[in-house]
């Protein structure tokens, strides 16, 4: 059983750039989520996706999109790269339903604006 | 949501037990209580889910008290490996359609020392 993986480990974007993010969710795992994490800060849910389609949303502007595919990897794509978007990114993995709150979660990719 | 209350930081020795206290005053009828793990440059790691009473794992252990307005977990006789930031979460779940969004804080600093 493979777990959550996360590609690139880190990145280095300018401001106003565009940037995507991809995981790969644990075998057999249907619903992946995706978190911000600033430093010192707890993680922040961004948004969730479950059977390709957004399950979820948090407190993030609409430049922050992504997407699951039927192997239920995902992306995590944001626009117009602000300072502020230089954050450690989580995503997570889980099967749906039921009462756990067990989500599975990969190292994260390290992004930093400049 | 409700929101948690749980200290800064705390400071241990190895071989101690460490228990950290999370108050949720407002905790509704359906909501399940989580604490997650993060070493540093790591995604969270699920340790343990409970409702009401005590819940044991290898790990550690969980006490809700009847009132259900703080819960308390305890790591039996820690180790230098147990420095963490440990989050308490609080939160209804989703039985279908989706997986559970979870709520981090900025949690409790463990810094286990020889």
């Known amino acids: 059983e493979t777990g959550v993986t996360q590609s690139p480990t880190h990145l280095i974007k300018t401001r106003g750039q565009q940037v995507t993010l991809r995981c790969s969710s644990q075998s057999g795992h249907n619903t992946v989520s995706w978190y911000q994490q600033a430093l010192g800060q707890g993680p922040q849910f961004i948004f969730q996706y479950y059977r390709e389609e957004e399950n979820g949303r948090g407190n993030f502007p609409p430049r922050f999109s992504g997407l699951q595919f039927p192997n239920y990897s995902s992306e995590l794509n944001v626009n117009a790269l602000e300072l502020d978007d230089s954050a450690l990114y989580l995503c997570?993995?889980?099967?749906?339903?039921?009462?756990?709150?067990?989500?599975?979660f990969g190292p994260g990719t390290r992004l930093t604006v400049t | 949501l409700a929101k948690t209350t749980q200290p800064i930081s705390m400071d241990s020795y190895e071989g101690q037990e460490v228990n950290i206290t999370c108050s949720h005053n407002?905790?509704?009828?359906?909501?399940?209580i989580t604490w997650y793990q993060q070493f540093p440059s790591q995604g969270p790691r699920f340790i343990i889910q409970g409702y009401k009473t005590k819940v044991t794992n290898e790990v550690a252990s969980l006490f809700i008290p009847a009132d259900r307005k703080s819960s308390t977990l305890s790591l039996p006789r820690v180790s230098l490996s147990d420095t963490a930031v440990y989050y308490c979460l609080v939160g209804p779940s989703i039985l279908t359609g989706g997986g559970n969004k979870l709520t981090f804080g900025t949690g409790t600093q463990l810094k286990v020392e020889l």
């Open positions: 997570a993995s889980s099967l749906a339903g039921g009462v756990s709150y067990e989500q599975y």
């Open positions: 407002n905790i509704a009828t359906n909501d399940y």
